[in-house]
């Protein structure tokens, strides 16, 4: 028997290939996007080798405003002036006459807010007066006589008056030299304001005994002083053109109203106007109205040339002479039934 040696063992190595794992389609879409990319690259270039001048600036406009061309043609302006651009949708729109419900809320809206504005504004204003009164060793005694409150026309500033302290004179229309210094130390801080200022004065219920209702010197007596605060506030630096008005209200607002004869009601008041009431108040001059103004003797001129019309001073106007109040009246009193001619008409000589 073959003597085979000594046994060796045999080993053999065997290696396991494993499954490659399945990528799907991702790269296809992948492969795709790039290649429609890489298309529409060459058929831009294709575009624009092929291309004159004129074709490149109407692709260059298209692109940047569709709207302005049609068929790869630009649309002509509406207008005489060419500004460029779309067309505007806004010219075939009709304008409705009925209010739109959206637009009335945002108008409320904005003056809401305009409002609130301007009630902080007075606010903000109240708070600086009032500092000011504390601060000043002139002003400060007197703190119980300025009274300030926020009303529809504005800051309302009144300057009562008092038994033992009072502001004029009875009957008189002079401002105490307290009063004056007052309105002085008040001033400076009245002209540095963008609100014009409504002055009216203001008298208790007193009168004289046996004086008429027509003869009641109450609304001259509240008009002067209220002008003799207007001269003080101008002499300490308020500008003309802030004032607003100044007025005289007699007896008709009194402070208290339960009591009309107590000294209190004769005050100035002081009133810093809002924007409205400002406004108001600006209505009252002449505008375009004035056009229907005409003088009685217009074109009366003399004709020898004896008298110009510069001076002719004595012209009374006459507001829309057809339909006025005043033509109204002339032919009620020219009318034979009227109640209260003086002298009669001759049908009504009864003796």
Known sequence: ??????????????????????????????????????????????????????????????????????????????????FGGSPSTADNIAVSEVIDPEKILQAEEIENLADAIEQKRLQSMQAKIEARIEASPTLSPFKNQLLLDITTEGLRLQIVDQTKRPMFDPGSADLKYYSEDILWELAPVLATLEHRLSISGHTDSSKAAGVRAEDDINWSLSSMRADSARRALMEAGVPKSQIAQVIGMGDTAPLKADDPGN?????????????????????????????????????????????????????????????????ELRKQRESKDNTYDNPPNREEIFW
């Open 1 to 82: 028997m073959e003597n085979l040696g000594q046994h060796q063992n045999i080993i053999v190595r065997r290696y396991k290939k494993g499954k490659h794992e399945e990528h799907g389609g991702a790269w296809k879409v992948a492969m795709a996007d790039f290649a429609l990319a890489m298309m529409a690259l060459f058929l831009v270039l294709w575009v624009i080798n092929s291309s004159n001048e004129q074709e490149k600036a109407a692709i260059s406009g298209y692109f940047q405003d569709p709207k302005a061309f049609e068929e790869g043609q630009r649309v002509p302006s509406a207008y005489i002036i060419d």
């Open 263 to 327: 000294s209190v009601n004769r005050r100035i008041s002081i009133t810093m106007l809002n924007k409205q009431s400002d406004a108001n108040i600006r209505g009252r001059a002449g505008g375009a109205d004035n056009r229907d103004i005409e003088f009685i003797n217009d074109g009366e001129g003399n004709p020898q040339g004896g008298q110009n019309q510069e001076n002719q001073d004595d012209r009374k106007p006459v507001v829309n002479k057809a339909g006025s109040l005043l033509d």
